[in-house]
């Protein structure tokens, strides 16, 4: 069970695993929809690791949680719907 190990390690091992995660996107453009694809791209076990770290308990809340890392704006149109695409 390596990502439930990931998962309990002490806070600042996973302060530093979830901002290695979260490099994923440096290079993506700003916008949602580039954001939203490049999110599609995470590995299952770096979005469970983030769902786990920030409590979340959907994808698209996820997304929205990530998305201001970046100053990526989400538009309130997709804000209950599960994918932006």
Do not use: H
């Amino acid at each position: 069970m390596k990502i439930e190990a990931a998962i309990i390690r002490p806070k600042f091992e996973r302060q530093r695993s979830a901002c290695a995660i979260l490099n994923f996107f440096a290079d993506t453009p700003k916008s949602e929809l580039a954001f939203w694809r490049r999110f599609e791209e995470l590995s299952p076990q770096d979005a469970i690791f983030l769902r786990a770290f920030y409590g979340t308990t959907s994808r698209w809340q996820l997304f929205e949680r990530i998305c201001p890392f970046w100053t990526v704006r989400i538009s309130r149109t997709n804000a209950s719907a599960e994918n932006p695409g």
